[in-house]
């Protein structure tokens, strides 16, 4: 089954390891951790040696099962609001952001620093659109004082290195370092039990 989690391992670690080439003391935030391809961000984050994982998720009782994949922290996002006041971030950041839309306005908001005097560097690598949302409001304060930087998944390094992160991927899953959570269903069922599973972040897939 390690193939079925493949390329939703690949959204991370191609970013993170050969884009941005994050360092162990960086802070990681999977936004969307509780889906399929954000629980396998999280494994790869700590394959890489990251301590500082922060999920992010809508649904609490989820959010608290994916810490148990190598999170250090968590944060709920569902409310109209959020407060990232609570949360420890080391380093650099860098966002996976699965989510997009009003998700992602409320952690760039949270961003932005009270001072000018900014020493970290934040990017946010744009994955998916899990909300449904193409569109986002973006104040200009969140990239004049915060030097926060907005990255899509195909970059030139991302691109020149596929062969290498493959590689590297397919040892993590045959070892099982990391893994998805895979359902396996029959051709009959698979109509009706394809979308609930696909909602609780598991993979589908058709046996014959």
Avoid: C
Avoid at 23 to 51: R, Y
Avoid at 104 to 111: H, V
Avoid at 166 to 189: F, M, P, V, Y
């Amino acid at each position: 089954m390690a193939v079925a989690s493949f390329s939703s391992a690949l959204t991370s670690l191609l970013p993170l390891k050969y884009d941005i080439k994050v360092d162990a003391a960086d802070t990681v935030i999977i936004n969307g951790s509780t889906g399929f391809a954000g629980k396998l961000a999280i494994q790869v984050a700590k394959q890489l040696g990251v301590k500082n994982i922060i999920a992010t998720g809508r649904n609490k009782e989820k959010l608290a099962d994916v810490v148990n994949l190598g999170a250090a922290q968590s944060l709920d996002i569902s409310g109209p609001e959020i407060s990232t006041d609570n949360l420890t971030i080391t380093g650099n950041v860098v966002v996976l952001d699965y989510l997009w839309g009003t998700p992602t306005e409320k952690i760039l908001k949270n961003l932005i620093p009270s001072s000018p005097a900014n020493l970290r560097q934040t990017i946010v690598v744009e994955i998916g659109a899990a909300t449904g949302q193409n569109e986002i409001s973006l104040p200009a304060t969140a990239l004049r004082t915060s030097g926060v930087q907005l990255r899509g998944m195909m970059t030139t390094n991302n691109l020149m290195n596929r062969e290498k992160a493959a590689r590297l991927l397919w040892t993590w899953l045959i070892a099982k370092k990391i893994h998805g959570d895979i359902s396996t269903l029959s051709i009959e069922n698979a109509a009706k039990s394809w979308f609930e599973t696909s909602k609780n972040g598991i993979r589908s897939v058709i046996t014959f």
